[in-house]
Nanobody, 115 residues
Framework: QVQLVESGGGLVQPGGSLRLSCAVS????????MGWYRQAPGMQRELVAQ???????NYADSVKGRFTISRDIAKNTVYLQMNNLNAEDTAVYYC?????????WGQGTQVTVSS
């Protein structure tokens, strides 16, 4: 059974930081492409950052220079370090794994940026 479990969301003030984690089980993590997506109220889900099997990383323009995606293969975990957060970053953040067998999503974690 494939499971993706996100954690690390919460309420943070503008300019603050959070680190999201996504613990993965049930798939061969090192052969998977991993991505972080977010969905704000009334908006479509959008890609925030992804790291593919080769290690190539892509970011949405809106988060470049502020967010960093990384993975720990030994821990089957992918992270999203978010710095200099602003109100536009408020959303539910989802972890996604893409394998040859399909794609899988976590349940999401809420990030709220507000003073």
């Amino acid at each position: 059974q494939v499971q993706l479990v996100e954690s690390g969301g919460g309420l943070v003030q503008p300019g603050g930081s959070l680190r999201l984690s996504c613990a993965v089980s049930g798939i061969i993590f090192r052969f998977s492409a991993m991505g972080w997506y977010r969905q704000a109220p009334g908006m479509q889900r959008e890609l925030v950052a992804q790291i593919i099997r080769s290690g190539t990383i892509n970011y949405a323009d809106s988060v470049k220079g502020r967010f960093t995606i990384s993975r720990d293969i030994a821990k089957n975990t992918v992270y999203l370090q978010m710095n200099n957060l602003n109100a536009e970053d408020t959303a539910v953040y989802y972890c996604r794994a893409t394998t040859t067998g399909g794609e899988y999503w976590g349940q999401g974690t809420q990030v709220t940026v507000s003073s």
